[in-house]
């Protein structure tokens, strides 16, 4: 008999649901273990009364829904989190109360279903004594050691969806369509669903753009016929020589900047070159949220029952990871050594570019 904690952490991803569904299945009715589900991420630990018992019937219909029933939090970090001193706010170690917590709550072994700074913080966990074992989300499929992570794949269709749509516009009304899209650190959603969707340029963090060629692609398309043009830029692309473009500044609060604004910034700066109406999409939120693909929810799935067996295999400060066809168990620390970004010289871009895409180089 065991008693395993299972929290969501950072921003929310379709598929969480299907791997909580996954984890009281392998537990619970396959094990007869308990479940203890942690509300808001980390910040469930930190205080009593923030946790409860999951049951089959808790997670029954859950499969099919966007966000997370556990509820999450990309801000409270244990071992670095706000808090108001003085009229200010500082920044405290509390993850002795949070390993505290969890051994009075009877927590065998916690499972951690993140991206690479939920991931890190499980880790430091760890060290001080917690068997973990993590489940690799993020939409932005930056997490080494996984083929995917879940979440991905339901991004990339209503990011392709939506350059269908604005395709109609751009071409009914012959002007440039930006669609700016997540990716802070890494361009696979620009890209993926740039070249699904069918768009002219793709712009990402891992290759600064030059405007002036941009634009000159753009004249080219127009001097072959092409009327309109579609750009996907991801949010944390940036000019040669230049920087992000940043909405609100990293604070005590604000563990990292938010991002934002780019899909102006790359719209204003074709418009002073070239002589056509631009628009701008600011994509959002809404790749983040609503009913996970069929491949999220089977892969999320799996990852949950195979984190419990990894539980019971005592593998702890492992990841469930998909490798090739199969789901596979693999260090926690390799997978958060290093971003998994798009390579410039890769297959991927190459491809794209061959398909005629420019990604502003
Ligand atoms: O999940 C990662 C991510 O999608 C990043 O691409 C983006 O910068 C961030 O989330 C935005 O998070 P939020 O607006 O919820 O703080």
């Not at 991803?13 to 991420?41: F, H, M, Q, T, Y």
């Not at 966990?125 to 993020?138: E, N, R, S, W």
């Not at 879940?150 to 369509?177: C, P, Q, V, W």
Request: net charge neutral.
């Amino acid at each position: 008999m065991k008693r395993i904690g299972v929290l969501t952490g950072g921003g929310d991803c379709p598929g969480l649901n299907a791997v909580i569904r996954g984890v009281v299945k392998g537990a619970v009715l396959k094990r007869g273990w308990e479940v203890i589900g942690i509300e808001d991420g980390f910040d469930g630990l930190l205080q009593d009364g923030r946790q409860r018992n999951l049951t089959p019937a808790d997670v029954r219909g859950i499969l099919p829904r966007g966000g997370t029933i556990l509820g999450t939090s990309n801000r409270g970090n244990p071992f670095s989190f706000p808090v108001e001193r003085q009229g200010g706010v500082v920044n405290q170690d509390l993850s002795l109360q949070v390993v505290e917590r969890i051994r009075r709550l009877g927590i065998d072994a916690l499972i951690v279903i993140g991206g690479e700074g939920s991931l890190k913080i499980a880790m430091e966990l760890m060290k001080k004594g917690v068997p973990v074992v993590g489940v690799p989300k993020t939409i932005d499929n930056d997490l080494m050691e996984t083929d995917v992570t879940f979440g991905y794949n339901t991004a990339l269709e209503t990011a392709t969806y939506a350059l269908d749509k604005l395709h109609t516009t751009a071409e009914s009304h012959h002007r440039i369509m930006v669609m700016e899209v997540m990716g802070r650190y890494a361009g696979w959603i620009a890209l993926e669903s740039g070249i699904a969707g069918g768009a002219d340029i793709i712009l990402i963090p891992e290759i600064p753009f030059r405007i002036g060629t941009v634009c000159d692609a753009i004249r080219k398309r127009s001097a072959r016929g092409s009327r309109f043009s579609i750009v996907v830029v991801a949010e944390g692309a940036l000019p040669e020589g230049g920087g992000r473009v940043v909405k609100v500044t990293a604070d005590a609060t604000q563990a990292v900047e938010r991002l934002g604004g780019i899909g102006d910034y790359v719209a204003k700066e074709l418009a002073g070159c070239l002589d056509m109406e631009t628009r701008v999409t600011v994509l959002g939120h809404l790749q983040r949220g609503g009913s996970p693909s069929t491949f999220d929810r089977c892969l999320a799935s799996r990852f949950g029952v195979k984190s419990i067996e990894l539980v019971e295999r005592e593998e702890f400060g492992c990841m469930v990871a998909l490798r090739g066809r199969e789901i596979k168990s693999v260090s926690i620390e390799a997978a958060i050594s290093r971003l998994k970004l798009v390579d410039p010289e890769g297959e991927m871009v190459l491809a794209a570019e061959d398909l005629g895409i420019m990604l502003g180089r």
